[in-house]
């Protein structure tokens, strides 16, 4: 494109230019993510996916889309962009994951009042890295440059996944019974729910970016905070392959007591045993800091449990160590009890 038909639209604040460099930068990023059912070229209009339904009596699609959140805050004090995109991926892929679906594909927007094609770069490489983790492809996405629109140097996320699952492998929690016992595979951190809370306790603590943060292990302070989710996929697939897994719960905003809930038929509560697994210094600290009860902890954050899953007992000994295979810890973390009252369904021991 000649730099005299862009003219106009430059005087206006959008760089035509700027976004034409980025496709260009990104291609190979995209690629890297392609599965087998992927038949666009990128950049075609709309990206095409053919799924194999080899297997599948009645196939069910599952649809999820999701942001960062105000991690992102961080993201621009720290000028740190290296990892939101992963967290971007993850809060979908291991939504319809709950449900027993495989991620076929996933599309993003990045939207921002001037585009800075190094930053939009490396948030895209999140991306496509937390695509290649879940195993789906990246198969389009929107760029916009809107200017007046967002703060300079700040931009947004929104993420779109889309899986697939057979309608007889559905998972909705509604098997679960009385004696079922509780799997909590563990989080990398925050991942990206309560950050509102934790920026407001990180500035009254006045911590620094670079400073090494308290209880930690030599690590930055935005290091830690800025930890990608964890994503789940490739680990609990593989126990839904032969195991009897009724119920799956994605840890995020509203923590424990709002999230396990969801999966729970009304005549059950799940008991949590708050001792039974190792929690991140991250939750101690903000515990601390924020002046919080656990119970509160439990309300906003994972606390160290980003996944949850609902299975026989007898099978809780091969499914954990299934997990730890790959590299993520899990615990037997509580028990599926008899419901005692018409109140909460999460009781947490303290």
């Known amino acids: 494109m000649t730099s005299d038909r862009a003219e106009a639209y430059a005087r206006a604040g959008v760089n035509i230019q700027a ?3 980025l496709v260009g930068r990104i291609r190979h990023l995209v690629a890297s993510t392609q599965t087998r059912g992927v038949i666009a070229e990128f950049g075609s209009f709309g990206g095409m996916f053919r799924p194999d339904l080899n297997g599948m009596s009645e196939p069910v699609l599952v649809s999820s889309a ?9 993201a621009f004090a720290f000028n ?10 993850a809060m979908s892929v291991n939504d319809i994951l709950a449900q027993g679906a495989h991620p076929l594909f996933f599309l993003d927007y990045f939207a921002t009042g001037r585009l800075d094609v190094d930053i939009a770069q490396t948030v ?22 809107m200017p007046d629109t967002y ?9 779109f996944c889309v ?20 799997v909590g595979i563990a989080s990398s951190g925050l991942h990206a729910n309560g950050f509102s809370l934790v920026r407001k306790i990180l500035a009254e603590t006045e911590l620094a970016a670079e400073d090494p943060f308290p209880e930690g292990e030599g690590a930055s302070v935005k290091d830690v905070l800025l930890t990608p989710t964890t994503i789940y996929v490739k680990a609990v697939r593989s126990l839904l392959r032969d195991m009897n897994v009724k119920g799956m719960a994605h840890i995020t905003g509203g923590g424990f007591y709002n999230n396990v809930p969801r999966i729970l038929p009304a005549q059950v509560e799940a008991r949590i045993n708050f001792g039974s697994w190792q929690k991140p ?5 903000l515990k601390s800091a924020g002046k919080l009860s656990w119970p509160e902890m439990f309300q906003i954050f994972n606390c160290g449990v980003g996944y949850i899953l609902v299975m026989p007992a007898e099978q809780v000994e091969e499914a954990v160590n299934r997990i730890q295979a790959f590299n993520k810890p899990a615990w037997c973390i509580g028990e599926i009890s008899k419901r005692s009252t018409d109140g909460e369904q999460v009781a947490i021991s303290f």
């Open 124 to 145: 895209i490489s999140g991306v496509a890295k937390g695509c290649r983790q879940a195993g789906c492809a990246l198969l389009g996405g929107e760029t916009a440059e």
């Open 281 to 285: 210094p991250v939750f101690t600290w």
């Open 151 to 159: 703060a300079q140097g700040e931009y947004d996320l929104a993420g």
């Open 163 to 182: 899986g697939i699952v057979d309608n007889a492998r559905l998972i909705d929690g509604s098997d679960i019974q009385v004696g079922d016992k509780i």
């Open 19 to 21: 976004g034409n460099e």
């Open 80 to 89: 740190k962009h290296n990892s939101v995109g992963v967290d971007l991926v």
């Open 66 to 74: 999701d942001g960062v959140g105000t991690k992102l805050k961080l």
